[in-house]
């Protein structure tokens, strides 16, 4: 029988399930993404002027509001009921184009968990598999939390055992075998060059941090959430920064960057040493089966949060209510259903890419500039309520003076700016194909910040609504 609450230990899991993914540790060190070594020290930064400071806020609002909605409750307590609705809008549209990337890495793994590997490059495969497990985990996540959080709880354990397992044998390997490695560590060489593509990479680590918000659409399934909720997201900022700082340097130990590649690299390296220690293939595909799990568990969470969001917690009238009536686990059922027909419809779209890695570069790339839209509006909601209600009762306080709140907020909210201009950088060779991948990028967000203006200001218009 399961649990009707969601426990301590049940939301540590949930949240790492949702911050962490181990493909990140591949993705930032690889010399084509535009850091390699330079990986590390950017791990270190964004976590202290990014990662921790978003994390303590949205602590301290899920503990002042304890409601289901999170990014859309704090926002519209700030700014009220239009800008709420934006932000459930842009983080809905944003993770649409995440869950096409982050199937891509399943189907991966799972070619490799079943120790076929050479299907991760079959077009074919990678389309009929993400299609099926979307479709089935949309379903499983109309059941809500009580159920989903069996997988987001298996799911952690899948994705941080295989990074400890790199950091483990990688350091062992060095530290304690004498092997050689891959990689120098100075100054010099973990000093970030200066280009187009490590100033467009910025962007990516920071969505690599993001999602501290995630299980705040689920306060209302715990047991104990201003209690809870904060030490929840405390435990889980110190596991994922750790393990993405560790990690980074533990692949870099057992592969040149140059070596390695976004969606292949963590298992790459994981067989490279499993050599070393003569270790058979059983190993690899263990590992695989368990970054899948973990891959299961973080798609079910986001699949149900956003979603929640947006049609759970807008108000009646901006959308069908067809698609914002809840079902008994209070999910909008219809809205998850149409969800999948539209990541059906991206992911058939894709196709013609010519390869199975340049989709996952182009769609990352792609998530990570509409992504942070979200976290400038929680920066400056937290920044208002600090300031406009400096006497409100808070469970959990980031800090206790109001200007020192409002001077971190501020410097994390200039750092998501930074990361939004520089997530558009030119990346593509030649001119010609950078415009036109500039106006795929900032086109792109136009329409869709555009498209729920339109939304909003059809239901005032409809409704006479006025806040």
């Known amino acids: ?39 590390i020290p950017s791990w270190v930064l964004f976590t202290f002027i990014f990662f921790v400071p978003c994390a303590l806020i949205c ?69 009929i598999l993400s299609l099926a497990v979307f479709w089935i985990l949309s379903f499983i996540s109309t059941k809500g939390m009580t159920l989903g959080k069996f997988f987001t709880n298996l799911g952690s354990l899948g994705s941080t055992v295989p990074a400890i397992l790199l950091i483990l044998l990688a350091f062992a390997a060095t530290f304690i075998f004498g092997r050689e490695s891959a990689s120098v560590y100075t100054i010099e060489t973990m000093t970030p060059v200066l280009n187009w593509d490590s100033l467009g990479a910025i962007s990516t680590v920071m969505f690599a941090l993001a999602g501290s918000e995630v299980t705040a659409n689920f306060v209302t399934e715990m ?18 920064s750790g393990i993405y700082m560790l990690g980074s340097i533990a692949i870099t130990m057992i592969l040149p960057t140059d070596q390695i590649t976004a969606s292949q690299g963590i298992l790459v390296s994981l067989a490279t040493i499993a050599r070393w220690f003569g270790i058979g293939t059983w190993f690899i595909q263990l590992v695989a089966l368990g970054i899948t799990f973990s891959m299961i568990g973080a798609i079910i969470l986001y699949i149900a949060s956003p979603v929640k969001m947006l049609f759970g917690s807008v108000r009646p009238g901006i959308f069908p209510e067809s698609l914002t009536k ?38 990352v790339t792609m998530t990570a500039l509409t992504a942070l839209f979200p976290y400038a509006l929680l920066f400056l909601s937290y920044i208002k309520l600090r300031k406009t209600r400096p006497d409100e009762e808070r469970p959990y306080e980031m800090v206790k003076s109001n200007g020192t709140a409002v001077s971190i907020a501020t410097m994390s909210f200039v750092v998501v700016v930074i990361g939004i201009i520089l997530s558009a950088s030119p990346v593509m060779k030649t001119f010609e194909d950078n415009l036109i991948y500039e106006c795929e990028m900032i086109g792109g967000a136009v329409i869709i910040i555009t498209a729920g203006l339109m939304l909003w200001n059809r239901f005032v218009k409809r409704t006479g609504f006025k806040e």
Do not use: C
């Not at 079902?327 to 010519?354: C, D, G, M, R, W």
């Open 1 to 39: 029988m399961l649990n009707k609450k969601i426990g301590l230990w049940d939301l540590v899991f949930m949240d790492v399930s949702a911050l962490f993914g181990i493909r990140w540790i591949a993705k930032s060190t690889a010399s084509s993404f535009g850091l390699g070594l330079g990986a």
């Open 59 to 127: 602590a301290e609002l899920a503990s002042t509001y304890p409601r289901d909605g999170g990014l859309f409750e704090w926002v519209k307590e700030a700014y009220g009921e239009k800008f709420g609705f934006m932000v459930s809008w842009l983080n809905w549209t944003a993770k649409i184009f995440w869950y096409t990337s982050f199937l891509t890495f399943l189907t991966i793994n799972v070619s490799f968990a079943i120790n076929m590997p050479a299907l991760s490059e079959n077009k074919t495969f990678v389309l």
């Open 223 to 240: 047991d104990n959430p201003k209690r809870d909720f904060p030490r929840a997201i405390l435990i889980a900022a110190a596991i994922v």
């Open 326 to 363: 809840t079902n008994a686990h209070n999910v909008p059922e219809k809205a998850v259903y149409l969800q999948a027909v539209i990541v059906t419809v991206i992911i058939l779209s894709i196709q013609f890419i010519p390869s199975v890695d340049a989709i996952y570069n182009v769609l």
